[in-house]
């Protein structure tokens, strides 16, 4: 190639490079230094530097309504001590893009709000229509290396008439919001996103925020949750928002409410969350959410409830949570959030309709824990383990249901003193594993008061004959007579053969599983079933759904992958 080219190809490169970096406005706070200009005439060029987040707030205003397409940078020279104010202010009327970051983005400038009674940054929409600002662009605001200390406030907050179009029209509605490489310690409330437009349905995706933090020593906040007079605020309170999230959190003490509180919006996270008291309140509280869970460490925490699902309709599938050294409050000084109960299990999910891949590496939580691993009320639920690993025995039970409908495959129930408990529901079971005598010997079917139970076999859906609980949950008394005891015995002991598929109409017939023959009994059912029943063909076998094939096909490959992380990890 010829070297005149390359001089030339380099020279307009290096022009490029210059007019890209002249193509932004920069703005400089320095709180060690005297003022010594008037109002907010300060901090670009040859200005004096600003002295307080504040006027440089109010100047990347100034510049914003002589030119909102321009970077505005928001650099931060020296150390912010608590005794004034750190707060860039309200930043709704820009549409530029706003960065604001320490001078060298390897060195965290402390940024102390002991003495700050407002968010560090917020955009906050005017009730005035006419202050309204007409955006071309997505307006993206950029929060980095910088270490906030000592927050009683938001230090975020986002209130604005959020956009309900999937195809929006109005920019100004649109928002992201980026925080990297920032510390946040001894602080209540991070993030705060609430419409002044509620009870609708929000498009989600128009207000984005990705978050890269490392938090340590949070508190219970004293702040109140919108429209209420007795719910503080959880450290992240979200509504019609996605986030992904990847602040790692620490040391922290959060006794109050949950961790996260997020409705109607969308979810991923990726983190580490080690040695914190959360007490009886989940740790992540979802409300109609969409979730996505990435690799997560839990380890060394004291909590009830890790995650809370409430009309949950979308599908879960984390990638890997690894848990380690769990423990359990003994009282619980709050039992609900919202007006939402709590319940004593670890996962709770309510009022939904979705599957949930349970996809948990349980390191070191062996001593048995007093609640139980899965809570499932007024919903429908298909819960699948990895071929891999069983799921944790560290728990009082494996499922508690009322009035609901679950499915449970891939795994061996045998292994649990009491698998399933609850009352009102219908269970459906993976018969690779019901078929086993050992699945009748620790009073599997004892403890579901009025529940039904179905076989999910490769053939179809049948139902399961439980009509010998009552002598198998409920022995004679020993001096019965031998009769009696015979009969018992043939009612309850359970066939190692599969058994048969029946028809089924307004009367369902099934057959009961016994040591010598297969007996037909016809009882009348009333059931609580999934959301999307099955059509029963003239056999009496369900055939298996395109989701039911697809779902025991990606349990191998899935789990195969997770054996790969699981020998790396």
């Known amino acids: 190639m010829d070297k005149k080219y ?16 002249s193509q932004r ?4 706070v320095d709180y060690n230094i005297n003022k010594d200009y008037i109002d907010s005439q300060c901090g670009i060029n040859s200005e004096p530097h600003c002295t307080s987040l504040e006027d440089a707030g109010k100047r990347a205003i100034l510049e914003s309504e002589l030119n909102n397409t321009i970077p505005i940078y928001i650099y931060i020279h020296s ?12 930043l709704y009327s820009i549409c530029n893009v706003v960065v604001v970051s320490s001078t060298n983005t390897s060195v965290q400038f402390t ?7 407002q968010s560090f940054l917020s955009i906050e929409e005017p009730n005035d229509v006419q202050q309204t600002p007409i955006c071309v662009n997505q307006r993206k605001i950029y929060i980095q290396s910088l270490r906030f200390i000592n927050w009683n406030q938001t230090l975020f907050k986002i209130n604005i008439n959020q956009e309900t179009q999937m195809q929006p029209i109005d920019q100004s509605k649109s928002i992201a919001l980026s925080i990297a490489r920032v510390n946040i310690s001894y602080s209540s409330s991070i993030l705060w996103v609430y419409p002044k437009n509620p009870n609708q349905i929000y498009n989600y995706n128009s207000i984005s925020i990705t978050a890269s933090a ?21 450290p992240f309170y979200l509504v019609g928002c996605s986030l992904v999230d990847q602040v790692n959190l620490e040391n922290s003490n959060i006794s109050l409410t949950p961790y996260i509180y997020f409705e109607g919006g969308s979810y991923k996270g990726s983190s580490s969350i080690t040695n914190n008291t959360f007490s009886c309140n989940p740790f992540i509280f979802m409300y109609k959410n969409i979730f996505l869970s990435g690799p997560l460490s839990f380890k060394n925490n004291e909590i009830m409830t890790f995650i809370y699902f409430l009309e949950h309709q979308t599908n879960v599938s984390p990638l890997l ?19 939402n109960k709590y319940h004593d299990s670890f996962n709770v999910y309510s009022k939904g309709n979705s599957s949930f891949d349970s996809h948990v590496l349980d390191l070191g939580t062996s001593d048995k824990k007093p609640i139980n691993y899965f809570y499932v009320e007024d919903g429908h639920l298909d819960f699948t383990f990895p071929i891999f690993s069983k799921p944790s025995e560290a728990f009082k039970n494996l499922f508690k249901v009322a009035n609901s409908s679950i499915g449970v495959y891939n795994v061996d129930l045998s292994v649990y003193e009491f698998p399933i408990v609850g009352s009102n529901s219908s269970v459906f079971l993976d018969m690779n594993y019901v ?32 009509t010998f609980r009552h002598s198998l949950c409920n022995p004679e008394p020993s001096n019965s007579s031998s009769n009696d005891n015979s009969s018992s015995s043939s009612s309850s002991t359970p066939s190692t053969t599969s058994p048969a598929i029946t028809s089924s109409t307004t009367t369902t017939s099934t057959i009961v599983p016994t040591t010598t023959s297969t007996t037909t009994t016809s009882t009348t059912t009333s059931t609580v079933i999934p959301t999307e029943t099955p059509s029963i063909s003239g056999d009496g076998a369900i055939p298996m759904s395109a989701s039911t094939i697809k779902r025991k096909t990606s349990i191998v490959v899935f789990s195969i992958l997770m054996v790969i992380l699981y020998v790396f990890i």
């Open 435 to 466: 078929n086993d005598y050992t699945i009748f010997k620790n009073e599997t079917f004892c403890n579901c008061t009025d529940c039904l139970y179905y076989g999910d076999e490769s053939s179809g859906i049948f139902k399961i004959d439980t």
């Open 79 to 90: 150390d912010i001590n608590g005794s004034m104010v750190a707060s860039v202010g309200n």
């Open 321 to 339: 949570t690894l848990f380690a050294n769990i423990s359990v409050p003994a009282i619980c000084n709050k039992n609900q959030f919202l007006n």
């Open 214 to 234: 490392t938090a340590k020593n949070l508190y219970s906040s004293n702040l109140m949750t919108p429209n209420s007079v007795y719910e503080t605020l959880p």
């Open 25 to 28: 406005l920069s703005i400089n």
């Open 6 to 21: 390359l001089i030339i190809l380099l020279l307009v490169l290096i022009n490029n490079i210059n007019i890209i970096y």
């Open 111 to 117: 940024v102390d709000g002991s003495n700050t009674n």
